[in-house]
């Protein structure tokens, strides 16, 4: 998917999210087994993927106004949104062995990360 983004912030952010999850899960598979680097996979996969999601709303949407540049933001913000609430609770939900520490320490490392997507640069 990260092919059909057209957005080289975009496309950053979302390769420092994988970075980040690599090594969350290297990290949490040495300290805590095999669970605990399947969890920090399960939550830097849950922001990698609304990312992408997100990316791809913004580079489809038209935007040849300031209202449809805002439009096309809120619903990319929206659908965000909708797919980490729906992706949380499939994963609490449904892999009983989770670690709780590598898991949300993935998911907000990877939150924190997103937000970087304003200060990259357009080249």
Not at 13 to 26: E, N
Not at 27 to 50: E, K, M, T, Y
Request: net charge positive; glycine share 8%; proline share 1%.
């Amino acid at each position: 998917m990260a092919l059909l983004i057209e957005g080289k912030a975009i496309r950053t952010v979302l390769r420092w999210l994988a970075y980040a999850t690599v090594v969350a899960v290297l990290i949490a598979g040495f300290w805590q087994g095999h669970h605990g680097a399947v969890s920090a996979l399960l939550g830097g996969f849950i922001n990698l993927i609304a990312g992408a999601v997100f990316g791809w709303v913004v580079t489809r949407s038209s935007k040849k106004t300031a209202g449809e540049t805002l439009r096309a933001l809120f619903r990319a913000e929206a659908s965000k949104v909708a797919l980490i609430v729906v992706q949380l609770w499939v994963v609490l939900a449904n892999y009983k062995q989770i670690l709780l520490a590598p898991f949300f320490g993935t998911f907000f490392l990877t939150v924190v990360l997103f937000s970087m997507v304003f200060f990259v640069r357009e080249r």
